[in-house]
């Protein structure tokens, strides 16, 4: 390339970046087209090349227009050579001015074939579209080979091409009602950016979570705000810019979140096992205490009872399994206002039948006739044969009275206290135990307002011990 001068007029406008942080903006684009020009010579040759815009963006048609002058030559064929991002658009090829069909394209270049005179300038142009794959903010060459009197390969000569990082924008779409405790979406639409890239969600200053962009540039978080998150905030969503797009930054939208219903813990609490067609209990215990709401008792999906929490938060189901087999206990607390629905822990009762050599037993349930109302007494029952296994539960009617004692050396006992006076069914069930079959037993007390002569009156505890030889 000897003789060749080089004198190169490039205007490169740099994109313009958006400052970090949270304020509500849209990514900065580019100046105006700016074209950008390489003139050298070869030879006898005077060559001009132009770009119509050296800072191009994704999607922008660009025009390459290369003009050859020279002393009495003759051009027979001229390749335009681009970055290989950039694809032709058929039927664009020029040569002064007027259509020409191309002998071939191929990978970076475009060839028109001929025979020109070129002691008169001759002009030719391409178009070509500004692909999305293109690098950003880096300095791509084009250039421009012919061939005829004076050939000459200038495939790297330039214009240089910068392509611009797109321009984004950011919007978050309406937010709604917010609450504690309680699932929203929050979602985000970007104009400039690529499926997969990243979109974050803040409360404030605090980032919330995150998520990717869709075909469609649509990003999406699951957020469930905790009590701690209530107040008056700004939600914002960034798309964070990469390799190939400006950052942006969605308007904020002002949100009140609502402090929630406060998260409850439920734990259930059955036996390990239990013979079939015997009483069981299945109680739940639900933190902190309610004072109101109900709890579901489930068997796998099935509902076997829903019973009242009462004011220490416990709600207990007296069932009676008929068939043999492992059964899934869960106990789901169903809400109650200002507090939020919970599931247990599942637990497995192993409900079978008695063994061959399992022995009948007989309960005897011990407790005083008469009590005072407020005043603890002793619940005391035996079982015989002596069992040293199982579990025995008292109940007034259908109604659990505390939980189930544990049977030792064949007596089962525990305190109680009646909060009401009247007359009041008490019963005992023996769970049974690997040799022995469940037994149960029943009697009567009557509570009174007054104090019970021999218990010293008022509230107290009642030891009934001399009764049974204790």
Same mark, same amino acid.
């Given at each position: 390339?000897?003789?060749?001068?080089?004198r190169?007029?490039?205007?490169?406008?740099?994109?313009?970046?958006?400052?970090?942080?949270?304020?509500?903006?849209?990514?900065?684009?580019?100046?105006?087209?700016?074209?950008?020009?390489?003139?050298?010579?070869?030879?006898?040759?005077?060559?001009?090349?132009?770009?119509?815009?050296?800072?191009?963006?994704?999607?922008?048609?660009?025009?390459?227009?290369?003009?050859?002058?020279?002393?009495?030559?003759?051009?027979?064929?001229?390749?335009?050579?681009?970055?290989?991002?950039?694809?032709?658009?058929?039927? *664009? $090829? @020029?040569?002064? +001015?007027? !259509?020409? #069909?191309v002998? /071939? =394209?191929?990978?970076?270049?475009?060839?028109?074939?001929? &025979?020109?005179?070129?002691?008169?300038?001759?002009?030719?142009?391409?178009?070509?579209?500004?692909?999305?794959?293109?690098?950003?903010?880096?300095a791509?060459?084009?250039?421009?080979?012919?061939?005829?009197?004076?050939?000459?390969?200038?495939?790297?000569?330039?214009?240089?091409?910068?392509?611009?990082?797109?321009?984004?924008?950011?919007?978050?779409?309406?937010?709604?009602?917010?609450?504690?405790?309680?699932?929203?979406?929050?979602?985000?639409?970007?104009?400039?950016?690529?499926?997969?890239?990243?979109?974050?969600?803040?409360?404030?200053?605090?980032?919330?979570?995150?998520?990717?962009?869709?075909?469609?540039?649509?990003?999406t978080?699951?957020?469930?705000?905790?009590?701690?998150?209530?107040?008056?905030?700004?939600? *914002? $969503? @960034?798309?964070? +810019?990469? !390799?190939? #797009?400006l950052? /942006? =930054?969605?308007?904020?939208?002002?949100?009140?979140?609502? &402090?929630?219903?406060?998260?409850?813990?439920?734990?259930?609490?059955?036996?390990?096992?239990?013979?079939?067609?015997?009483?069981?209990?299945?109680?739940?215990q639900?933190?902190?205490?309610?004072?109101?709401?109900?709890?579901?008792?489930?068997?796998g999906?099935?509902?076997?009872?829903?019973?009242?929490?009462?004011?220490?938060?416990?709600?207990?189901?007296?069932?009676?399994?008929?068939?043999t087999?492992?059964?899934?206990?869960?106990?789901?607390?169903?809400?109650?206002?200002?507090?939020?629905?919970?599931?247990s822990?599942?637990?497995?009762?192993?409900?079978?039948?008695?063994?061959?050599?399992?022995?009948?037993?007989?309960?005897?349930?011990?407790?005083?006739?008469?009590?005072?109302k407020?005043?603890?007494?002793?619940?005391?029952?035996?079982?015989?044969?002596?069992?040293? #296994?199982?579990?025995?539960?008292?109940?007034?009617?259908?109604?659990?009275?505390?939980?189930?004692?544990?049977?030792?050396?064949?007596?089962?006992?525990?305190?109680?206290?009646?909060?009401?006076?009247?007359?009041?069914?008490?019963?005992?069930?023996?769970?049974?135990?690997?040799?022995?079959?469940?037994?149960?037993?029943?009697?009567?007390?009557?509570?009174?307002?007054?104090?019970?002569?021999?218990?010293?009156?008022?509230?107290?505890?009642?030891?009934?011990?001399?009764?049974?030889?204790?």
């Open positions: 390339m000897s003789g060749m001068s080089g190169r007029a490039i205007a490169l406008a740099s994109a313009v970046g958006v400052a970090a942080g949270f304020v509500a903006v849209v990514s900065t684009g580019v100046a105006a087209a700016e074209p950008a020009t390489v003139s050298w010579t070869n030879g006898g040759d005077s060559l001009t090349r132009t770009v119509s815009n050296a800072t191009p963006a994704e999607g922008e048609i660009l025009t390459a227009v290369t003009t050859i002058t020279g002393a009495g030559s003759t051009v027979n064929w001229v390749e335009d050579v681009r970055p290989t991002c950039l694809t032709y658009l058929q039927n *664009t $090829a @020029k040569v002064n +001015g007027l !259509p020409v #069909a002998s /071939s =394209v191929g990978a970076g270049l475009v060839r028109v074939s001929g &025979a020109w005179d070129a002691t008169a300038t001759q002009t030719f142009e391409f178009q070509y579209s500004v692909g999305a794959n293109c690098v950003r903010e880096i791509q060459n084009t250039g421009v080979a012919y061939g005829g009197t004076t050939p000459g390969e200038f495939r790297g000569q330039g214009p240089a091409l910068n392509v611009a990082k797109n321009v984004t924008t950011t919007e978050l779409k309406p937010v709604g009602a917010l609450k504690g405790g309680v699932k929203s979406t929050l979602t985000a639409n970007v104009l400039g950016g690529r499926t997969g890239d990243l979109v974050k969600f803040y409360r404030g200053p605090d980032e919330v979570g995150s998520g990717a962009l869709n075909s469609t540039g649509t990003a978080f699951a957020w469930t705000p905790s009590n701690v998150d209530a107040g008056t905030f700004d939600i *914002t $969503a @960034k798309y964070l +810019g990469t !390799p190939y #797009a950052e /942006s =930054v969605s308007p904020a939208q002002t949100v009140t979140i609502e &402090a929630g219903d406060q998260s409850t813990q439920t734990t259930l609490s059955v036996p390990a096992t239990s013979l079939i067609n015997t009483d069981v209990v299945l109680e739940a639900v933190e902190p205490a309610p004072g109101a709401g109900t709890v579901s008792f489930k068997s999906a099935t509902v076997l009872g829903t019973v009242d929490v009462d004011a220490t938060g416990k709600a207990g189901l007296v069932q009676n399994f008929n068939v087999g492992d059964k899934v206990i869960t106990a789901v607390f169903n809400g109650a206002p200002g507090f939020a629905v919970s599931t822990a599942a637990r497995t009762i192993k409900v079978s039948e008695p063994g061959a050599t399992d022995v009948a037993t007989t309960l005897t349930l011990n407790i005083p006739a008469l009590a005072q407020g005043v603890f007494l002793f619940l005391r029952s035996n079982v015989a044969p002596t069992a040293s #296994a199982g579990t025995v539960q008292y109940f007034s009617g259908s109604e659990p009275l505390g939980n189930p004692v544990a049977v030792k050396n064949g007596l089962a006992q525990q305190s109680y206290v009646f909060n009401a006076s009247g007359i009041f069914d008490v019963r005992a069930v023996y769970s049974g135990a690997p040799g022995f079959l469940p037994s149960e037993s029943t009697t009567t007390i009557t509570v009174t307002d007054e104090p019970v002569p021999g218990t010293g009156g008022g509230t107290g505890s009642l030891d009934l011990g001399g009764l049974f030889g204790q």
